[in-house]
């Protein structure tokens, strides 16, 4: 069975080694095995296919929580699949939010970038039917800021 430090751990699951430490540190990894005579961390194939797992939920924003609950749900089987389809359906709808917030503020990036060409071209009427629309935008993105949450 091939053993890998934590750094070539890292660089084969794309998880910083900081974040493998701090995931083992709050109890979301196992502790790593360690090597017999120096005592550093090592890690198998099966804790690979864990942290390349970990590492692609970190990738979609999944949260700890959530993380943790996938983990748990994965070694349940086929009696955990419900849950983690439930739980994969919740992250989708997240991220369509996220979509749709990030699309909003490209917008609003965009407005005020056309106000200020506006501005800078002195053409008063246009900056100013500018600046309203960004003003309603810009209440927009604080409610989206808070339906994220």
């Known amino acids: 069975m ?13 998880l910083p080694a900081t974040a493998i430490r701090y995931y083992e540190s709050i109890g979301l ?9 120096s005592g550093h961390r090592v890690y198998t194939d099966a804790d690979l296919v864990t942290l390349e797992a970990v590492a692609c939920l970190h990738a979609t924003g999944l949260s700890i929580p959530a993380m ?16 983690q389809i439930e739980l994969l ?25 056309r106000f200020w060409e506006a501005k800078l071209a002195e053409n008063d009427a246009v900056a100013e039917e500018l600046a309203g629309k960004a003003s309603a ?11 994220l949450k």
């Not at 993105?141 to 808070?146: E, F, K, P």
């Open 2 to 14: 091939a053993e890998y430090p934590i750094s070539e751990a890292a660089r084969l699951s794309g």
């Open 29 to 37: 990894l196992e502790p790593a095995g360690r090597d017999a005579s």
């Open 68 to 83: 943790r609950n996938y983990l748990q749900n994965s070694r349940r089987g086929m009696e955990g699949a419900a849950m």
């Open 89 to 113: 359906h919740a992250q989708a709808e997240q991220l369509e939010r996220e979509g749709e917030y990030l699309e909003l503020r490209r917008r609003y990036v965009e407005l005020k970038t």
């Open 137 to 147: 935008m810009a209440t927009r993105l604080a409610d989206g800021v808070r339906r």
